[in-house]
Nanobody
Framework: QVQLVESGGGLVQAGGSLRLSCAATGNIFSITFTGWYRQAPGKQRELVAA???????NYADSVRGRFTISRDNAKNTVYLQMNSLKPEDTAVYYC????????WGQGTQVTVSS
């Protein structure tokens, strides 16, 4: 079992920045991918960014160049630095970690006002 605790969401004006954190505890060995999804009201959950155990990254086209995913292995924490935020980035952001199963955090709300 892996437990994921997110933090860092909030309300920000368009053009601003936020940094999300996701701390993992439990059986964290053999996690292959970790990252962030988001879900806006009335929309499907979508992948925002992911990072592999080897450090390879992947981004949704809508956030590439504005968001950066990183990890601190010593702290078992993954970060999502979000810059140049837009109102369409408003959503609940969920951290996930993939082993043989996929684990999810509780979600953190990000609201970007215009």
């Amino acid at each position: 079992q892996v437990q994921l605790v997110e933090s860092g969401g909030g309300l920000v004006q368009a053009g601003g920045s936020l940094r999300l954190s996701c701390a993992a505890t439990g059986n964290i060995f053999s996690i292959t991918f970790t990252g962030w999804y988001r879900q806006a009201p009335g929309k499907q959950r979508e992948l925002v960014a992911a990072i592999s155990s080897g450090g390879s990254t992947n981004y949704a086209d809508s956030v590439r160049g504005r968001f950066t995913i990183s990890r601190d292995n010593a702290k078992n924490t993954v970060y999502l630095q979000m810059n140049s935020l837009k109102p369409e980035d408003t959503a609940v952001y969920y951290c996930y970690a993939r082993q043989s199963s996929t684990y999810w955090g509780q979600g953190t709300q990000v609201t970007v006002s215009s």
